[in-house]
């Protein structure tokens, strides 16, 4: 079976503190992508990365960067120097290689709050 | 910038009756797919399309529930008869592809039946 553990609920920090959001997935797979996206309280889910299995290489973009640990299973998002702007609700999602369906398996999501 | 397109964005009901839901991909992405997202949790799936045909829709409960994409464009998504549990978000998403593809959702819509 597939899933994806989003164990933190809500986080709450204070502008320019660092978070990291942590993202555990399940799946019997050897490929796969994984995904994180951003929920703001307007609603549409917003595309931040995608990742092959097959890349455990460290991603960053700008204040942004992800860690991809296959040992772990974990890929886990870390913002740097937070923002107002940042508080939304953040999803990390698994896609699995079997079939041809190209289903999202979503997390339950995190819920972060940048206060300033 | 391309963009999902869906409609309604809000829509009340009252229980027992029909409500439909509209959806325009982005253009030139075969892949289409319905989403629904109860609140506090993550986006479930209810169907898939690839051009006019379902790929999957296991999840989609079919005694209420129909959803068609007729030219492989534009999809909607309909209820009837709602129910109060059918409360929740309705995404939209498109893909280029298939498997594995980034899915660029829409805005959604909020569903409340009363």
């Known amino acids: 079976a597939q899933k994806v553990t989003q164990a933190q609920t809500e986080i709450s920090v204070v502008e320019k503190e660092d978070v990291t959001l942590d993202c555990v997935y399940e799946t019997r797979d050897t490929t796969y992508y994984l995904f994180w996206y951003k929920q703001p309280p307007s609603g549409e889910l917003v595309f931040l990365i995608r990742?092959?299995?097959?890349?455990?290489q460290n991603e960053i973009s700008g204040r942004y960067s992800w860690n991809f640990q296959k040992s772990t299973s974990s890929f886990n998002f870390t913002i740097t120097a937070s923002q107002v702007v940042d508080s939304a609700v953040y999803f990390c999602a698994l896609t699995p290689r079997s079939g041809n369906t190209g289903k999202l398996i979503f997390g339950q999501g995190t819920t972060l709050q940048v206060k300033p | 910038e391309a963009e999902v397109a869906q409609s309604p964005r809000y829509k009340i009901t009252e229980k027992s009756q029909a409500v439909a839901f509209w959806c325009d991909p982005i253009s030139g992405h075969a892949t289409l797919y319905w989403y629904r997202q109860i609140l506090g949790q993550g986006p479930e799936l209810l169907v898939q399309?690839?051009?006019?045909?379902?790929?999957?829709d296991s999840q989609l409960p079919k005694d209420r529930f129909s959803a068609e994409r007729l030219k492989g464009v534009d999809s909607t998504l309909k209820i009837q008869p709602a129910e109060l549990g059918d409360s929740a978000m309705y995404l939209c998403?498109?893909?280029?592809?298939?498997?594995?593809?980034?899915?660029?959702f829409g805005p959604g819509t909020r569903l409340l039946v009363l």
């Open positions: 399309f690839q051009d006019e045909s379902v790929v999957d």
């Open positions: 990742r092959n299995s097959f890349d455990e």
């Open positions: 998403a498109s893909s280029l592809g298939t498997v594995q593809e980034t899915q660029y």
